[in-house]
């Protein structure tokens, strides 16, 4: 959908059609909802349909606030980045055990049988934090690129949008996509790098 055509459904979501809605909704909900569990590939489904909802009840919310200078779907990026790691950290301190009283591991019940949690599959809360860090550095780096790069670069490698895809988000033709995210890619890595200070963690391909 190109810039015009987007500005004419944002003001009829804002005028309450509900068509309009029904739009947004199927223009960009799948989309949203690739963007989580790449972002979070440990999600369940459950997981990305929960954060999907919030995030699509903060657009509703939200629309007013919306200034168009980025495309719609990458604005909903943005608020679907914030309400996982929102969710992240719920389910991160729901691990940790907020609100239940603590069990000794010499705790027995009357039969006799220890009280001991078994072994979590999960990966450790350690190897979580490290993870979300990263994350967190990942999306501060794009955050100071913003604009242009900020905007291709997580259609691409968030969304998960191919070249086309891409060009008719951006009201671009695919050339143009492709040299954009060759300087972009470029850039970020620089970018990520002084954010990280030391190690480039290879976080996007350097090819298509």
């Not at 979501?13 to 223009?27: I, K, M, N, T, Y």
């Not at 963007?35 to 629309?63: A, H, I, K, W, Y």
């Amino acid at each position: 959908m190109d810039r015009g055509a987007e500005r004419q459904l944002i003001s009829r979501c804002r005028q309450g059609d509900p068509s309009a809605w029904d739009e947004v909704f199927d223009l960009h909900y799948a989309a949203t909802g690739r963007f989580v569990f790449q972002l979070c590939g440990d999600f369940t489904q459950e997981d990305c349909e929960e954060v999907c909802q919030e995030s699509f009840l903060s657009v509703v919310r939200n629309l007013g606030s919306f200034n168009g200078e980025s495309a719609m779907q990458t604005w909903i990026f943005r608020i679907a980045a914030n309400k996982a790691r929102d969710y992240r950290a719920k389910q991160m301190a729901a691990k940790r055990g907020g609100g239940m009283l603590p069990v000794s591991i010499d705790a027995v019940d009357d039969a006799g049988h220890r009280l001991v949690d078994p072994v979590s599959p999960l990966p450790a809360p350690d190897l979580e934090l490290i993870r979300d860090e990263r994350w967190r550095q990942v999306s501060l780096a794009l955050e100071r690129m913003g604009g242009p790069c900020q905007e291709i670069l997580e259609l691409r490698y968030f969304a998960d949008l191919q070249y086309a895809e891409i060009a008719e988000a951006l009201d671009l033709n695919e050339k143009t996509v492709s040299s954009r995210l060759s300087k972009c890619r470029d850039k970020f890595e620089r970018t990520l790098r002084a954010v990280f200070s030391q190690e480039n963690l290879g976080v996007l391909p350097s090819k298509k």
